[in-house]
């Protein structure tokens, strides 16, 4: 049997070390935390926010067992959930309303292996806990909201080039614009079709203008609706502070969202599931109008709606439907106050915004315009000032009946962007931290004995090549664990399946190996040349083997989602890790026995 190349050896030797340090933070568990960000580019978080909560915590007995900096995000352990709670209400009171305190967890490993980005590998919602939401997109009501901003722009466009026109009528995947006479139409179509190219405009035969939707631009609108929503809930789930989301498209209308670790379930499916945008809208003050709509007799231009920035909350006030400004354009919303002391949200808005604002002021000096919260379709107004004088710079402030936790929620919302379409919640399921330690409990258990169970048979069927093969085994596990830490995995219970299953595929490769040097001994083939013969001959068949079920791995790695794309993760990393420790690892320890010694008898 020829001696093993030292280069093997060392690339054993750093394999199993360097799997040693990146497994180990896996058996530290995680503590509770603290997550600091800030919603400002003004209040960052820095070393001197660290060292000023620091000596506050400790002041009020609530120290920290330990820190993170990223330098973004500050996050503090403690060692049980009742300080975490306690701690995380003081540190909001303490920085205020410009930061988000969140809760999280955190490993509790030591702080050099967070330095070498020696993590352990995420839990998945079965094991960690915390909540699951399968959203449906209301399509219909991105249709139409597609259709209102294209009115929208007519309408500005017509208004800006003193075209006039008639009523606007939306329909169900189209909009009419009716005009007085055919040559204010073709002025009118002119126009249109220089300053906005991308709508399709058309003559309708009956002195209107008609802007369809055709089939190819709706399957887009649901496409970016989707895509929006899914870009959206990101943002939303990042400001929230939750760690490891899983936001993810099934089918054409559905989004899916797990949220592992998350504790505070019923603000997470309010933020999740809200619409909240802002629309600028000029107030109609007209008496007759008011009183008629105030009698029932609203016009279908006009919407009647409760204004919260009156004393009592119940009063009403009569807007435009037409819409001057969209929370598309601000860019940043923050909490605040006003000059009474009252909660407020400071809004910037882009170029486009603010040019937009800009005009509507100038051209509406003494008119009031209200700010529109529109919030899962029902829109209220927070506030109506008059104009006093042109309003430009982007810089807009919101105030009214709200307190500061609900300015906070608005500003979060109008920061993170609108859903481009409401979404309606047709799957609702929490899985509490109890029941994922039982399922951690459980799978290691299972991945345990299963262990044993293939060694104290390996051993007693294949003796010393059934210890080498075990050992083999156990380095396929180590490696497998830490290939998961390493590529910060999420595993679910189906990859502790798969992790059972990679087990009983390794040890296959083993079996291979040690059938065929019995079969080469019970050709009377000396025990050098057997085990060299062993191995060369049964490679083949272990790498066939294994690209095979690669194969089928990575099928349902491509095709697969949810819990069986983590199958298949866990699936095609354990093929991998078996085929070195089975084939490198085992005749590196088989050399090391055999190679420099006169053999007479393998225990096989």
């Not at 973004?72 to 909001?92: G, P, S, Y």
């Not at 396929?476 to 059972?500: D, E, F, K, V």
Request: net charge negative.
């Amino acid at each position: 049997m020829h001696k093993y190349s030292s280069w093997k050896y060392i690339i054993i030797v750093m394999a199993v070390i360097i799997s040693l340090i990146y497994a180990i933070p896996n058996f530290y568990g995680e503590v509770p935390a603290v997550q600091i960000s800030s919603t400002h580019a003004n209040n960052r978080v820095d070393t001197n926010t660290l060292a000023a909560l620091e000596a506050s915590l400790t002041n009020n007995d609530l120290t920290p067992l330990g820190e993170v900096f990223d330098g973004k995000t500050l996050k503090l352990k403690f060692a049980d959930t009742d300080t975490q709670l306690r701690a995380r209400d003081f540190i909001q009171a303490q920085l205020g309303e410009n930061y988000v305190v969140a809760l999280n967890l955190m490993p509790s490993g030591p702080a050099w292996l967070s330095k070498i980005n020696a993590n352990p590998m995420f839990l998945g919602l079965d094991l960690r806990g915390g909540v699951h939401f399968l959203l449906e997109i209301d399509m219909n009501q991105a249709l139409k909201k597609t259709l209102d901003k294209y009115a929208s722009d007519i309408k500005r466009d017509l208004r800006n080039n003193q075209i006039r026109y008639g009523n606007v009528i939306v329909g169900q995947n189209s909009l009419t614009v009716q005009f007085r006479d055919a040559d204010t139409l073709q002025q009118a179509l002119n126009q249109l079709h220089k300053d906005l190219p991308d709508i399709q405009l058309n003559d309708d035969g009956n002195g209107g203008l008609q802007a369809i939707i055709s089939e190819m631009q709706m399957q887009k609108i649901k496409e970016a609706a989707v895509k929006q929503n899914i870009l959206i809930l990101h943002n939303r789930v990042n400001e929230l502070g939750v760690a490891e989301p899983i936001i993810q498209q099934q089918g054409n209308e559905r989004i899916m969202v797990e949220l592992p670790g998350v504790q505070d379930t019923a603000r997470a499916k309010d933020i999740l599931g809200r619409t909240a945008t802002l629309e600028v809208r000029m107030v109609d003050d007209d008496p007759t109008d008011v009183a008629n709509a105030l009698a029932g007799s609203v016009s279908s231009d006009k919407e009647l709606l409760v204004d919260t920035s009156a004393k009592n909350g119940s009063s009403k006030i009569l807007v435009n439907r037409d819409v001057e400004l969209t929370g598309d354009n601000i860019t940043d919303a923050q909490p605040g106050f006003d000059e009474n002391g009252g909660a407020a949200v400071n809004i910037r808005l882009d170029g486009v915004g603010a040019a937009i604002f800009k005009q509507v002021t100038q051209e509406n000096i003494g008119k009031r315009m209200a700010m529109v919260l529109v919030d899962n379709n029902k829109g209220q107004v927070v506030t109506a000032p008059v104009i006093r004088s042109e309003i430009g710079g982007g810089q807009v402030q919101i105030s009214g009946a709200m307190n500061v936790e609900e300015a906070n929620d608005v500003a979060l919302l109008l920061r993170s962007g609108s859903l481009s379409a409401p979404m309606n919640m047709i799957e609702e399921r929490t899985v509490g931290p109890s029941l994922g330690k039982e399922n951690i409990s459980k799978g290691f258990h299972s991945v345990l004995w299963g262990f044993v169970a293939i060694a104290v048979f390996i051993i007693i069927y294949y003796q010393v090549f059934g210890v080498i093969s075990i050992i083999c085994l156990a380095v396929n596990l180590l490696l497998l664990i830490a290939a998961l830490s390493m590529l910060q995995a999420t595993l679910t219970l189906p990859g502790i399946a798969a992790i059972a299953l990679a087990l009983g595929m390794a040890i296959d490769s083993n079996v291979l190996i040690n059938e065929r040097i019995r079969e080469e001994l019970r050709n009377n083939k000396k025990p050098h040349i057997a085990i060299e013969s062993g191995y060369t001959h049964a490679f083949a068949t272990i790498f066939d083997s294994n690209v095979t079920t690669l194969i089928a791995g990575l099928a349902l790695l491509a095709f697969g989602s949810g819990p069986v794309k983590g199958f298949a993760v866990v699936h095609c990393l354990g093929i991998l890790t078996s085929m070195f420790s089975a084939v490198l690892v085992s005749r590196g320890i088989v050399a090391v026995l055999y190679a420099n010694r006169r053999i007479k008898k393998l225990y096989i």
